[in-house]
Structures are given as structure tokens and as C-alpha cells.
């Protein structure tokens, strides 16, 4: 016990100097004889407008204690249950229910020394200091008897700290199990810290913690759920509390309140605040170092006692809350580097299309000829055909060459077919042929076992993708489809129409297009609609069935068995033609072979369904999503059936519906240069 002390009676007094005095004492106790003061409380009365501060001796009573810590700065909770929560609280009532207020801000900005002020009579219930290090780590509590709240106070932001992700993590999660939270703010005028720390925290409660702590709420075996389950329906009331010195605080004199000023901020900077049940401003002008916190305890007061939007609730279901909380968002975060001058700053802005990754090099790279870099793997999208092959040789010599596949140009059904029979070869620039997938009769191994890689490479604009050479079979595939929808729509057989187009696709060179004959070349008789153009095969012009009844064999032209002819030319001696130009062995071939499809099918409208359908998977440029693969339109989302039909973007390769892809234009990086068919998104 300390010499200079000696007890007094409990003293009562109405002279403000000597209640003063009295406060001063009790708030400055010695602790060596705390314990003779452990059953003393303050209580308050007011009477006339005058505050009368009373000691009372009780021994159910106790003074208000300090505050204790309740998560550290690395967010363990160091409250083991509810009951001992309520302990270090000390709350007098078993059964009281209280609301929660809590305090952020820059660190700095006297949080501490604002709640001390504002509930406990400038007490020093939670720490404060005049020195530079920071004196708030983590999260401390107490408990106010008098409005039945429980203060947090929390560790500043903008702090120097080495976590801090884990530490905006921590403030969030104590904000939502808050009834009431305090932004103060120290600085002439508002700055950007205030929205966007509350921007954040109603995004997390709108899109995490509310469904959480509505769960708690939701939980049978919790008494009293009900009202955590109603108080998270809404986040909590914010009060802003500016002080100034120098510049003079928002006012509601003008046209627009403080309130409608701070709304008009939050969304000119696209931050959401929906969250929040209301938002009050406070301006605080202080003057001569000493601050008036009448007008903020008023708001807290009004706020305290409005129990239109949340309710008081039991103390411990503000522990079982915070508990869960902490459980469920925890965990480590990536570190956050506090750099002046990010990398973004001076990185290149462009990202790769497929993986959504930076460019590392520098600004400007590419005006010193450096391509795009990112020393990171990227991932295949078919739409964006960003895979490539190296050869596999190579790449154990330590070099990575991409190789070439050589195959059959498929400009037509002939195309297709002596692409399927041949296959294909693929070169290396360093080895030459590597692989043929036909060398044996049977046994042909995968390429990628024998031969080559496979490597994902990043897209860093669609300007860099390699023009699919496998869309020209589509094209044909395109118009057929095309045609037959057109011919259809006017109520006409298709039969002519699409003989005569599908004639002119694979049709040698010599033969004169369908379109361009009009009349038979040697009666010069009209065709109708309706009537049958036939092609010598000698020299290329079209006849009527009369005029080229005769057949017999074209060698010069490659036609070795007999074949239609016209009557002039069928007097001719069989080893001449009309042209002396030979054509080449390929291009009637492709003849041939139609000729060969087309008279194997009996009904003209299986011409073009047949082919279609056999060959329609084959020839999808590689960057379209599979049928297999598409089960709604890409943007509307409705599912496709046999009354919603499915169609391929020509840019982006997607499903989509017609609704959504009724554009067209032309795609020359798809190698697309006439209008087609593509979605929405892309035009």
C-alpha cells in the first residue's frame, strides 16, 4: 500500500471542482491498492441538467475494467469461449443485450483516445500514447454499463505491417459483427482511405459475411438466434467523424446534405455501399487542442436506441459470430509488396487473351522488337487454337522448332476425301519429315509418341492467331446450308438451284460456271429454270442433253473412260481436244469424285443433306467448340433442342443461338473475308 494514501469517505457534492477532483482520483488510482476499490462503480444521475458522479460501496458492483485483448494482430482469438468473453466484459446484467460499436481509421488519427472520450469519461480504458510506435495491435474490447454497448477498438490502417491483407481481413470481419462503426478520420478533407476501405467492406458483408452470419442466425441449437439472424439482414450504421482544424467540415446548410455529398463520392468512384443501414456524417472544427465529442455521442445515443433495423442481441451470440467468422475466413493471403512505383506502372498493360496474364517485359518492348513475355504456362482454349508443336528431336537437343503439317488442301468434298485416304506429313525446319500418319498398312503410332510436343502458347491479341486452313470445307458446308435455306424460304425445289451451285464448286477449271450459261453453245436453244445443263468434258461448254448425247474417252483432259462429249467434238479424233492446254490430274479428279457421290444418291434433296451431315464434324475449324461440348447459347444461356438450333461464332468459335448471332460481317483472322455469321459479344 502506498505511504501517501489514505482512505476517505464516499463523498457526495454538487461543486463541479470538487467533482473534478473526485474524478481525477478515482481514474488515477494506485494499483497497489486497486483491489480496496475492486466493488466500486460510477453511477450517473441527472437532475436539474446537472450531473451528479456518486461512489457507492456494493459488493455486487464493480468499477469499469480495463480492456483486454480480443484478436491479436495475426487474427487468433484469444477469448476461449463465450463465457469467458463475458467475464472479461464484466456485464453486470447475466441477461442484458447490447449492441456492438467498433472504431477504424488511419492509424494516427486518435481512435483510442475517441473512444475513451466518447464512453468512458476520458478514462483511459483502452491505451493511447504520444509516442511514435503504434499502440492498437489487433482488436481490444470493453464494455460500456451505461448504453449496454460493447467498444472495439482496432488496429490503424495504413500501419506499417508485414501482413497486410491479413490485417484488412481482420478489420472486415470485426465490421460485420458490428452494429455501429465509426470511420475517423484527422485530415482537412476527406481523402480516398474512407471509400475505399468502405467501399470493400460492403462488397465482403454483400457477398460473404452476410450469408454466413445469417446461417448462425439460422442455427436451431443458438437460443436467442433469432436476433443475430434479423440484425444481418443489413450491415451496420457508419458514422463518419471528420475533424478538422484548419478547413471547416461538411455542413448540411446547402442544398445537398453531408450525407448526400459522401452518396454522391462513393458512386462517382463506382464504390458500392448498399450494405450499410444509413450513413451519418459528423464535423468536428477543433479549436485550442480541445475536441467536442457532444455532437458524436448524440448520434451514437440515436443509433444505440433505434431498433428499427437491428436489434440488441445477448453477448454471447456477438462472440459465437465473431468465432465463426474468424474460423471461415482465415488462412494465409498473398503478401502484399508497399512499393511506391508498382510493376504495373511500367510493365507492358497487355494480357495474354487465353490465361489473363500480364506481359512482363517493359513499356515499349515491342518498338525494340522484343515480342510479348510471361514467364508463366498458359492454358488451351480451343477458340484460340493456342497450341503448337515442336519436334520432339529438338526439343531434346535443347531447342524448341515448331513443325509444319503438311496435307491435302481441302477446298472441296475431293479434298476432304484424299486428305482421309493419303493423311498427312509433318516437317521439322531442322530434320525434315518426321512423321507420316500412313507409312504401314496398319500399326501407325500417335505422332505426339513419336515425333512431337505439345506446347500451349500464350494469345496476346487476335492478330497473332495462324488463319485456320481448315475452314474452306465449312465455306462449302456454309453454302450449301445457305442455299437451301434461301430456295426454301420462296416455297421452290432446291434441286436445280443446288445442283448447279454444288456443279460449279468442283468443277475443273476449263468448265464454263453454271451462272454464265445461258442458252445450249451449239443450238443456241434457251434453258428454262427447269431444264439440264451438261458440260462437254472435252471443251468445257454447256449443252443441252440433245447436243451431248455421245460419249467416248478424253485422254489429254485425264477423262480415260468414256464420258459425255458434245457432237462437235465427238467427231474429232479421239487423242485431240478442243484446248491444247491439258488440265491438271487433280482438278478432275475432284469431278470425278462428286460425280461418283452424286450418282450413288437417288433423291437430289440427299445431295446435299448426306454430304453434310457425314462430313459436318470434320471439317469445323479447329477453334470451334465441339457440338459435344455446347449445351446452352454462350449468352443467353438458353438450352439448345430440337426447337432452339445451335450455331458456331465464326470469330470466337462459340454456340450460340440465333437470337444472339444474327450479325454477320467478315473475320479475316479467321480467314473469313466475305460476311458470316458472329455472335453478339464479337461484333
Same mark, same amino acid.
Given at each position: 500500500?502506498?505511504?501517501?494514501?489514505?482512505?476517505?469517505? =464516499?463523498?457526495?457534492?454538487?461543486?463541479?471542482?470538487?467533482?473534478?477532483?473526485?474524478?481525477?482520483?478515482?481514474?488515477?488510482?494506485?494499483?497497489?491498492?486497486?483491489?480496496?476499490?475492486?466493488?466500486?462503480?460510477?453511477?450517473?444521475?441527472?437532475?436539474?441538467?446537472?450531473?451528479?458522479?456518486?461512489?457507492?460501496?456494493?459488493?455486487?458492483?464493480?468499477?469499469?475494467?480495463?480492456?483486454?485483448?480480443? $484478436?491479436?494482430?495475426?487474427?487468433?482469438?484469444?477469448?476461449?469461449?463465450?463465457?469467458?468473453?463475458?467475464?472479461?466484459?464484466?456485464?453486470?446484467?447475466?441477461?442484458?443485450?447490447?449492441?456492438?460499436?467498433?472504431?477504424?481509421?488511419?492509424?494516427?488519427?486518435? !481512435? %483510442?483516445?475517441?473512444?475513451?472520450?466518447?464512453? *468512458?469519461?476520458?478514462?483511459?480504458?483502452?491505451?493511447?500514447?504520444?509516442?511514435?510506435?503504434?499502440?492498437?495491435?489487433?482488436?481490444?474490447?470493453?464494455?460500456?454499463?451505461?448504453?449496454?454497448?460493447?467498444?472495439?477498438?482496432?488496429?490503424?490502417?495504413?500501419?506499417?505491417?508485414? %501482413?497486410?491483407?491479413?490485417?484488412?481481413?481482420?478489420?472486415?470481419?470485426?465490421?460485420?459483427? %458490428?452494429?455501429?462503426?465509426?470511420?475517423?478520420?484527422?485530415?482537412? #478533407?476527406?481523402?480516398?482511405?474512407? *471509400?475505399?476501405?468502405?467501399?470493400?467492406?460492403?462488397?465482403?458483408?454483400?457477398?460473404?459475411?452476410?450469408?454466413? $452470419?445469417?446461417?448462425?442466425?439460422?442455427?436451431?441449437?443458438?437460443?436467442?438466434?433469432?436476433?443475430?439472424?434479423?440484425?444481418?439482414?443489413?450491415?451496420?450504421?457508419?458514422?463518419?467523424?471528420?475533424?478538422?482544424?484548419?478547413?471547416? =467540415?461538411?455542413?448540411?446548410?446547402?442544398?445537398?446534405?453531408?450525407?448526400?455529398?459522401?452518396? &454522391?463520392?462513393?458512386?462517382?468512384?463506382?464504390?458500392?455501399?448498399?450494405?450499410?443501414?444509413?450513413?451519418?456524417?459528423?464535423?468536428?472544427?477543433?479549436?485550442?487542442?480541445?475536441?467536442?465529442?457532444?455532437? $458524436?455521442?448524440?448520434?451514437?445515443?440515436?443509433?444505440?436506441?433505434?431498433?428499427?433495423?437491428?436489434?440488441?442481441?445477448?453477448?454471447?451470440?456477438?462472440?459465437? &459470430?465473431?468465432?465463426?467468422?474468424?474460423? !471461415?475466413?482465415?488462412?494465409?493471403?498473398?503478401?502484399?509488396?508497399?512499393?511506391?512505383?508498382?510493376?504495373?506502372? *511500367?510493365?507492358?498493360?497487355? !494480357?495474354?487473351?487465353?490465361?489473363?496474364?500480364?506481359?512482363?517485359?517493359?513499356?515499349?518492348?515491342?518498338?525494340?522488337?522484343?515480342?510479348?513475355?510471361?514467364?508463366?504456362?498458359?492454358?488451351?482454349?480451343?477458340?484460340?487454337?493456342?497450341?503448337?508443336?515442336?519436334?520432339?528431336?529438338?526439343?531434346?537437343?535443347?531447342?524448341?522448332?515448331?513443325?509444319?503439317?503438311?496435307?491435302?488442301?481441302?477446298?472441296?468434298?475431293?479434298?476432304?476425301?484424299?486428305? &482421309?485416304?493419303?493423311?498427312?506429313?509433318?516437317?521439322? =525446319?531442322?530434320?525434315?519429315?518426321?512423321?507420316?500418319?500412313?507409312?504401314?498398312?496398319?500399326?501407325?503410332?500417335?505422332?505426339?509418341?513419336?515425333?512431337?510436343?505439345?506446347?500451349?502458347?500464350?494469345?496476346?491479341?487476335?492478330?497473332?492467331?495462324?488463319?485456320?486452313?481448315?475452314?474452306?470445307?465449312?465455306?462449302?458446308?456454309?453454302?450449301?446450308?445457305?442455299?437451301?435455306?434461301?430456295?426454301?424460304?420462296?416455297?421452290?425445289?432446291?434441286?436445280?438451284?443446288?445442283?448447279?451451285?454444288?456443279?460449279?464448286?468442283?468443277?475443273?477449271?476449263?468448265? #464454263?460456271?453454271?451462272?454464265?450459261?445461258?442458252?445450249?453453245?451449239?443450238?443456241?436453244?434457251?434453258?428454262?429454270?427447269?431444264?439440264? !445443263?451438261?458440260?462437254?468434258?472435252?471443251?468445257?461448254?454447256?449443252?443441252?442433253?440433245?447436243?451431248?448425247?455421245?460419249?467416248?474417252?478424253?485422254?489429254?483432259?485425264?477423262?480415260?473412260? =468414256?464420258?459425255?462429249?458434245?457432237?462437235?467434238?465427238?467427231?474429232?479424233?479421239?487423242?485431240?481436244?478442243?484446248?491444247?492446254?491439258?488440265?491438271?490430274?487433280?482438278?478432275?479428279?475432284?469431278?470425278?469424285?462428286?460425280?461418283?457421290?452424286?450418282?450413288?444418291?437417288?433423291?437430289?434433296?440427299?445431295? *446435299?443433306?448426306?454430304?453434310?451431315?457425314?462430313?459436318?464434324?470434320?471439317?469445323?475449324?479447329?477453334?470451334?467448340?465441339?457440338?459435344?461440348?455446347?449445351?446452352?447459347?454462350?449468352?443467353?444461356?438458353?438450352?439448345?433442342?430440337?426447337?432452339?438450333?445451335?450455331?458456331?461464332? #465464326?470469330?470466337?468459335?462459340?454456340?450460340?443461338?440465333?437470337?444472339?448471332?444474327?450479325?454477320?460481317?467478315?473475320?479475316?483472322?479467321?480467314?473469313?473475308?466475305?460476311?458470316?455469321?458472329?455472335?453478339? &459479344?464479337?461484333?
Amino acid at each position: 500500500m502506498s505511504a501517501s494514501w489514505k482512505p476517505c469517505a =464516499p463523498v457526495e457534492s454538487t461543486d463541479p471542482a470538487i467533482m473534478e477532483s473526485l474524478n481525477s482520483m478515482i481514474l488515477n488510482i494506485d494499483p497497489t491498492i486497486e483491489h480496496m476499490y475492486t466493488k466500486t462503480m460510477l453511477k450517473y444521475s441527472e437532475t436539474n441538467n446537472s450531473c451528479t458522479k456518486i461512489l457507492n460501496n456494493n459488493k455486487n458492483n464493480n468499477i469499469i475494467k480495463k480492456s483486454f485483448l480480443l $484478436l491479436d494482430a495475426q487474427e487468433n482469438l484469444m477469448v476461449s469461449d463465450a463465457k469467458e468473453f463475458v467475464q472479461k466484459l464484466n456485464c453486470v446484467e447475466k441477461d442484458a443485450k447490447v449492441k456492438v460499436v467498433s472504431i477504424f481509421g488511419n492509424t494516427g488519427d486518435g !481512435k %483510442s483516445h475517441t473512444m475513451n472520450q466518447t464512453f *468512458f469519461m476520458g478514462k483511459e480504458i483502452f491505451k493511447t500514447s504520444n509516442e511514435q510506435d503504434c499502440c492498437t495491435l489487433g482488436v481490444w474490447a470493453a464494455f460500456d454499463p451505461i448504453l449496454n454497448v460493447i467498444c472495439l477498438d482496432t488496429e490503424g490502417l495504413q500501419g506499417v505491417t508485414n %501482413s497486410e491483407n491479413e490485417r484488412m481481413r481482420l478489420l472486415l470481419k470485426v465490421l460485420a459483427v %458490428s452494429d455501429i462503426v465509426i470511420y475517423r478520420i484527422q485530415s482537412e #478533407r476527406l481523402n480516398r482511405d474512407l *471509400f475505399t476501405f468502405l467501399g470493400a467492406a460492403s462488397h465482403a458483408y454483400c457477398h460473404h459475411f452476410k450469408a454466413a $452470419l445469417q446461417a448462425v442466425g439460422q442455427d436451431k441449437d443458438q437460443v436467442d438466434s433469432l436476433d443475430l439472424c434479423i440484425s444481418s439482414k443489413l450491415g451496420p450504421s457508419i458514422i463518419v467523424l471528420h475533424e478538422t482544424r484548419h478547413t471547416r =467540415p461538411l455542413t448540411n446548410n446547402g442544398p445537398e446534405t453531408a450525407e448526400d455529398i459522401l452518396k &454522391a463520392r462513393f458512386q462517382q468512384m463506382q464504390l458500392e455501399i448498399k450494405a450499410f443501414s444509413s450513413i451519418t456524417y459528423v464535423g468536428l472544427q477543433t479549436m485550442n487542442n480541445v475536441t467536442d465529442y457532444k455532437q $458524436l455521442q448524440s448520434v451514437i445515443k440515436a443509433e444505440v436506441n433505434n431498433t428499427m433495423v437491428r436489434l440488441a442481441r445477448k453477448p454471447h451470440l456477438v462472440y459465437n &459470430a465473431l468465432k465463426m467468422l474468424n474460423k !471461415k475466413f482465415s488462412g494465409e493471403t498473398e503478401s502484399s509488396s508497399n512499393i511506391l512505383f508498382p510493376n504495373q506502372y *511500367f510493365t507492358c498493360p497487355i !494480357k495474354c487473351l487465353s490465361c489473363a496474364n500480364r506481359c512482363e517485359n517493359s513499356v515499349g518492348h515491342l518498338r525494340e522488337g522484343k515480342p510479348h513475355y510471361i514467364n508463366t504456362r498458359c492454358r488451351y482454349q480451343r477458340q484460340f487454337e493456342n497450341m503448337v508443336y515442336i519436334c520432339r528431336k529438338c526439343y531434346k537437343n535443347g531447342n524448341e522448332v515448331e513443325v509444319n503439317k503438311i496435307e491435302q488442301e481441302e477446298e472441296s468434298w475431293y479434298g476432304i476425301a484424299v486428305s &482421309a485416304w493419303s493423311g498427312y506429313i509433318i516437317e521439322c =525446319p531442322n530434320c525434315g519429315e518426321i512423321y507420316k500418319s500412313r507409312q504401314y498398312w496398319y500399326g501407325n503410332r500417335n505422332p505426339e509418341e513419336t515425333a512431337i510436343r505439345k506446347k500451349i502458347t500464350h494469345v496476346w491479341n487476335t492478330s497473332n492467331h495462324v488463319v485456320a486452313s481448315n475452314n474452306t470445307a465449312q465455306r462449302v458446308i456454309d453454302g450449301v446450308s445457305y442455299i437451301t435455306e434461301a430456295v426454301t424460304n420462296v416455297s421452290l425445289q432446291p434441286t436445280k438451284a443446288l445442283t448447279a451451285w454444288v456443279a460449279d464448286q468442283v468443277a475443273p477449271s476449263y468448265w #464454263r460456271p453454271n451462272n454464265e450459261i445461258k442458252h445450249c453453245h451449239n443450238c443456241k436453244t434457251p434453258f428454262n429454270s427447269t431444264d439440264t !445443263k451438261h458440260h462437254c468434258r472435252d471443251c468445257g461448254e454447256g449443252f443441252c442433253a440433245q447436243c451431248s448425247s455421245k460419249t467416248k474417252s478424253v485422254p489429254n483432259r485425264n477423262w480415260h473412260t =468414256p464420258v459425255r462429249v458434245c457432237d462437235k467434238c465427238y467427231d474429232k479424233e479421239t487423242n485431240h481436244s478442243s484446248d491444247d492446254s491439258a488440265e491438271a490430274t487433280g482438278d478432275v479428279n475432284i469431278r470425278k469424285v462428286t460425280e461418283h457421290v452424286m450418282s450413288t444418291l437417288n433423291v437430289v434433296g440427299t445431295v *446435299f443433306s448426306y454430304p453434310k451431315s457425314l462430313i459436318k464434324d470434320s471439317i469445323r475449324p479447329s477453334y470451334w467448340i465441339p457440338d459435344s461440348e455446347i449445351v446452352h447459347c454462350y449468352l443467353c444461356s438458353r438450352k439448345f433442342s430440337e426447337k432452339l438450333s445451335l450455331h458456331h461464332c #465464326r470469330d470466337c468459335g462459340r454456340g450460340v443461338c440465333q437470337d444472339c448471332s444474327s450479325h454477320r460481317k467478315p473475320v479475316p483472322h479467321r480467314g473469313w473475308e466475305s460476311p458470316v455469321r458472329v455472335c453478339d &459479344a464479337c461484333v
